[in-house]
């Protein structure tokens, strides 16, 4: 066994795994986890947007109505400023629709949850994809 291999395997030992709760802003204790991750997701479809059309974030930030650094920032995760709304106007603006569906929980004494799903265009639209930010 190699040194580096040794060093790692004796680092590892002693570690600890802890599991998340599926929020990571939660997790690292930051304020507002919930939209936090709203956003990120939000972010993420327009970044995956922006991507496919193979466009330039000044090309992309033009069509938006943004600054190219202002665009640069809200992908790079940094939105605190920008609301949800107006992620969901830009995602509009690229294109897409977006609906806001609330639906009641099956434990009435539990705290619903918020979160961002993305239904392909060739998909049936009764079988959502989870996006992942």
């Known amino acids: ?6 060093a790692i395997m ?21 304020p507002d986890p919930t ?4 956003k990120a997701d939000l972010a993420y479809q327009i970044g995956s947007i922006i991507k496919a059309r193979h466009w330039t974030q000044a090309k ?7 600054t190219q650094p202002k665009l640069s ?22 294109g897409q629709d977006v609906e806001i569906v609330v639906r009641k929980i099956a434990n009435p004494r539990a705290n619903g949850r918020t979160r961002v799903v993305v239904v392909e265009p060739d ?9 992942h930010a």
Not at 1 to 6: A, D, G, K
Not at 73 to 94: A, C, D, P
Not at 123 to 131: C, G, I, N, R, V
């Open 35 to 38: 939209d936090l991750l709203v």
């Open 10 to 30: 004796s680092t590892t030992e002693n570690a600890s795994i802890t599991h998340s709760s599926g929020n990571v802003f939660a997790d690292l204790g930051l």
């Open 60 to 66: 992309a930030a033009e069509k938006l109505g943004m």
């Open 73 to 94: 920032e809200m992908l790079r995760g940094r939105f605190r400023g920008i609301s949800q709304q107006k992620m969901v106007e830009y995602l509009n603006l690229l």
């Open 123 to 131: 998909a049936d639209a009764t079988q959502p994809l989870e996006s």
């Open 1 to 6: 066994m190699t040194p580096f291999v040794e």
